[in-house]
């Protein structure tokens, strides 16, 4: 079983900057790719950033690409996802998911094996 747990959420202007971490706790956390959704009311969950277990790939997905960045401290066991140039649009509870690395590191929610409770991000325009 690995725990995480996200934090860093909150309220910011259009134009801001939040920096979201990931704790996680339990089995190895290097064994693990380590992604980043978002869920924003009336809309299904959406795949934001993954990054690999050894901090070499990393994706994005399109709308972010420029503005939002995922890295990772393996000694911390600590996954980040720091979002500049913040959008009313970016508004959404953001959780951390980890699949396991056996796997190609994916973009899909149901190729994570665990879930974080999520952390609200709230974009004012």
């Known amino acids: 079983q690995v725990q995480l747990v996200e934090s860093g959420g909150g309220l910011v202007q259009a134009g801001g900057s939040l920096r979201l971490s990931c704790a996680a706790s339990?089995?190895?956390?290097?064994?693990?790719?380590m992604g980043w959704f978002r869920h924003a009311p009336g809309q299904g969950r959406e795949f934001v950033a993954a990054i690999s277990w050894n901090n070499i790939h990393t994706y994005y997905t399109d709308s972010v690409k420029g503005r939002f960045t995922i890295s990772r401290d393996n000694a911390k066991n600590t996954v980040y996802l720091q979002m500049n140039s913040l959008r009313p649009e970016d508004t959404a509870v953001y959780s951390c998911?980890?699949?396991?690395?056996?796997?190609?590191?994916?973009?899909?929610?149901?190729?994570?094996?665990?879930w974080g409770q999520g952390t609200q991000v709230t974009v004012s325009s």
């Open positions: 998911a980890a699949q396991m690395s056996i796997q190609t590191m994916a973009i899909r929610e149901v190729d994570y094996n665990y």
């Open positions: 339990g089995r190895t956390f290097s064994s693990y790719h």
